[in-house]
């Protein structure tokens, strides 16, 4: 059997390890990719440390993947070697549950998730299920197409579905490894687009990346700044912290939405009566099936959205993991193949 070189969890809170495996076969209805990239995205720590319900060890994270499929196997159909693709958050369906036969797969109730359910892209090869891939356009790099597949794509995927229309002020919480893809994907979609950052370090990066004006929540009271702005229609809240969140839910206009894709371990608290006099709400997105991942990276192609990255060697994997849980990445930690 031939080797390769993949980077595993053996067991729940244990070490990202870098180890040597044979290639995987493919089976029916699946894939096997050469990956050239994978992100490393907070979400890791579901594997990493074991918080995700089934999780069988040892793991390979990592759902963030862009590469080249390698070998098709036994009845897929519209993929052949040699195409580009990416595999993120959603890694496959049942196809039967409930919330499959409303199409609403991304809900499904057996969903399937790569670098959780199956092995993900912290390798050098890697098998997919066929209704996991997205295709990739043929001008993005693999590295900057990776962070696309879960960073992208949540972020894309809930500010097309937040209710807002062009030229409305869109607030954006948070100018990292969410926020400023976020801030990108805001301007270039036609929105007038507030950053909202804890301190000055990020005013200049906010406005280079397309933010029209920059709030600094430690300095004023950046609810009451939005308000002045007219009122956000729409706070997308990347930034993990209930309480950053809460905080801007006045700045919202009448109908506005907070929308929450930053996971935080602290609750939302929000008084009911701004809730019922201006009609706001709190949704909450998650990324998208591959589908949504294509739309995302077509967008992203078209108008020229691209993550800031650091690029880090497979074998140094485990460092990238630290920075990226630390804070001390550069917004997105992207490791490379080979």
Sequence with gaps: MRKMKAVQVSRAGGDLEVVERDI?????????????????????????????????????????????????????????????????????????????????????????VCGLSYDGGFQEYMIAPVEALARMPESLDPVEAAPLMCAGITTFNALRHSGAIAGDLVAVQGVGGLGHLGIQFAKKAGYRVAAVGRGTQNAAIAQK?????????????????????????????????????????????????LVVVGASEDPLEVSTALLILGRRNIKGWSAGTPSDSEDTLRFAEAAGVRPMIEKLPLEKAAEGYARMMSGDAQYRVVLTMG
Excluded at 212 to 232: F, H, N, P, V
Excluded at 235 to 247: I, R
């Design 209 to 257: 990346l397309g933010a029209d004006r920059y709030i600094d929540s430690a300095a004023t009271d950046a609810a009451a700044e939005l308000q002045k702005l007219g009122g956000a229609s729409v706070v997308l809240a990347t930034a993990p912290s209930g309480k950053a969140m809460s905080s801007l839910l006045p700045g919202l206009t009448a109908n506005g939405t």
């Design 24 to 112: 995987p076969e493919r089976g029916p209805g699946q894939v096997r990719i050469r990956v050239q990239a994978c992100g490393v995205c907070h979400s890791d720590v579901f594997t990493k440390e074991g918080l995700f319900p089934g999780i069988s060890y040892p793991r390979v994270p990592g759902h963030e993947v862009a590469g080249i499929v390698d070998a098709v196997g036994p009845g897929v159909k519209g993929w052949t070697k040699g195409d580009r693709v990416g595999v993120g958050w959603h890694g496959g369906q049942d196809g039967t549950c409930t919330a499959c036969r409303k199409g609403d797969f991304a809900n499904c109730a057996n969903v399937l």
